[in-house]
């Protein structure tokens, strides 16, 4: 846990249900500003697509902390944007990473001037990647067969058939090592991968350093994989996934369009069998990599830096203005988004309430008898840990005694009954 000499904590997700919905809001709030004052930070960047309530509300017991939205774009028109303006009020800065294929991008942010515009971001660095001998060494694959990297998800039927039609697709290339980050296992020990394939299962991180040691790759097209594999000129097939916040489909179509990379309909399986058996053409896989060489360079993460220092020397913005934008956002939140969702959102309001007063009898979110603080800072051993359903709070290394009695305090809130 440890990014350019940077040291960082875990924070769990409320998907963990490691406590109540109506709990995670305030803790994740209470875990921020915890660490603020351990660190005497003056900004706190959110990279995501919706801040969450915890997030927003650092505002109100922290004021003078500059808080900051790195917004990307492709957002579906779905009911979020209703309040897209007022979360950008809340901000003290909005920043809009570049995207290679904002040309396509119709969503609600781009008609926007509320952000800053920077070039496009990527954990890709050429200058930190490894060449294709020694990507190939790290990672432990031949020298001399072709290696492809899939990256695509498992668990429900409609992903699990889709990684099945991809390396299906695979089987016609000759002596092909194929790298995947997880094993081709669904819950039930059903293998995904057809026979004939050769899989390694690799766990490297972070896998943009090694992208060089691949000749093809097939990924889903969020901002991430495609400002990494197109920065890295690899060629790529792109699946969207419509399960994301994003429109991954309108980002991989400008992709297809500039043959810049492939893309497919998501939900056609022989299409993406057949797309996946085109990357063994060499000319193809050529044309796609000239093709990218063409795109701008992945530098927007300096240009933020700079924006950073400069925003240190900016006042944050006042108390009265975050708490009157606070208000509406919560009423255009429960009212602003048409009769359905207002019903819906004045029902959630009654079950909370009532279930704040009568819980389920058997509802548990955790079996915590104790806070498990760790400080650690060794990546393998924190993976280990997260994989493990057991409840955990993780620490910075070197955290002071102050900083952990309130971690305590915070954890005890949440956990403990």
């Not at 801040?51 to 979020?80: A, D, E, H, M």
């Not at 899939?150 to 016609?172: F, H, P, R, W, Y």
């Not at 690799?202 to 093809?216: H, I, K, M, S, T």
């Not at 969702?341 to 389920?360: C, D, E, G, N």
Request: charged residues 25%.
């Amino acid at each position: 846990p440890k990014i350019a000499g940077v040291q960082f904590e875990y924070i769990p997700g409320r998907d963990r249900k490691w406590m109540r919905r109506l709990e995670w809001d305030a803790y994740l709030r209470d875990r921020l500003v915890a660490l603020i004052d351990e660190t005497d930070a003056s900004i706190v960047s959110f990279d995501g697509v919706v801040p969450y309530p915890g997030i927003i509300s650092i505002k109100r017991l922290r004021p003078k902390v500059k808080l900051v939205w790195v917004r990307r774009g492709f957002w579906q028109n779905t009911p979020r944007k209703y309040v897209l303006k007022l979360q950008s009020q809340m901000m003290d800065l909005v920043v809009t990473p570049g995207d290679f294929g904002q040309d396509y991008d119709k969503g609600p942010t781009t008609n926007r001037n509320d952000s800053v515009l920077v070039k496009p971001i990527s954990i890709y660095k050429p200058e930190l990647s490894f060449n294709k001998q020694q990507a190939r060494q790290e990672l432990g694959l031949d020298l001399n067969r072709p290696a492809i990297l899939v990256q695509l998800g498992i668990g429900e039927a409609d992903l699990n058939s889709k990684l099945t039609a991809a390396l299906s697709g695979l089987t016609s290339w000759p002596n092909l090592q194929v790298v995947l980050t997880k094993d081709p296992i669904t819950s039930s020990g059903e293998n995904l991968a057809p026979s004939g394939l050769e899989i390694k299962v690799v766990r490297y991180f972070p896998l943009a350093n090694v992208l060089n040691a691949f000749d093809a790759a097939i990924c889903a097209a969020g901002y991430n994989s495609v400002h990494e594999e197109l920065a890295a000129k690899i060629p790529t097939l792109f699946i969207p996934n419509v399960r994301g916040t994003d429109n991954q489909a309108a980002r991989a179509k400008w992709a297809a369009d500039n043959k810049m990379a492939l893309t497919v309909d998501q939900s056609n399986l022989e299409e993406i069998r057949e797309n996946a058996r085109l990357l063994s053409s060499e000319e193809l896989r050529n044309e796609l990599t000239l093709n990218c060489a063409k795109l701008p360079q992945v530098t927007g993460a300096i240009d933020v830096a700079e924006i950073f220092k400069d925003l240190l020397n900016k006042p944050a913005k006042n108390r009265s203005e975050i708490n009157s934008t606070l208000l509406k956002l919560k009423l255009k939140n429960t009212f602003g988004r048409g009769w359905r969702r207002t019903a819906f959102s004045l029902l959630q309001l009654l079950s909370y309430a009532y279930r704040s007063l009568k819980p389920y009898k058997n509802e548990s979110s955790s079996n915590v008898s104790e806070i498990n603080l760790v400080e650690i800072d060794q990546r393998d051993e924190l993976h280990k840990l997260i994989k493990n359903q057991s409840p955990f709070e993780h620490l910075i290394v070197g955290a002071s005694t102050t900083y952990k009695n309130r971690r305590i305090e915070i954890a005890k809130k949440a956990y403990l009954k």
